[in-house]
Nanobody, 126 residues
């Protein structure tokens, strides 16, 4: 059974950068669609980005386009979310989630994902 563990969250100043990692065990991550989600205090969890099985990436939140980049390293069974020019409104718990392994395309709604990590806290504050 696929298990996911996120890491890399931290307290960072506005304008700073972070790279979140999501490492899988129990199965081959390459066979899954991987979504990145976030939940800010008092808000519902939202889809941020997604990696297609083919390796393409999609971004669901307009404010992160050009600042966030999702990628895979299949040799490490790990996906990443590189975040730059961070803003206070990016503060949230960030989750990775897997969809599949029978699916190939991304979905922004969390109901389509069946394996979740525990989350990692990102706080953007001066």
């Amino acid at each position: 059974q696929l298990q996911l563990v996120e890491s890399g969250g931290a307290l960072v100043q506005p304008g700073g950068s972070l790279r979140l990692s999501c490492t899988a065990s129990g199965d081959i991550l390459e066979d899954y669609v991987i979504g990145w989600f976030r939940q800010a205090p008092g808000k519902e969890r939202e889809g941020v980005s997604c990696l297609w099985r083919s390796g393409g990436d999609t971004y669901f939140v307009d404010s992160v386009k050009g600042r966030f980049t999702a990628s895979r390293d299949n040799t490490k069974n790990t996906v990443y979310l590189q975040m730059k020019d961070l803003r206070p409104e990016d503060t949230a718990v960030y989750y990775c989630a897997a969809r599949g392994p029978t699916y190939s395309f991304c979905q922004s709604d969390e109901i389509h994902y069946n394996s979740w990590g525990q989350g990692t806290q990102v706080t953007v504050s001066s």
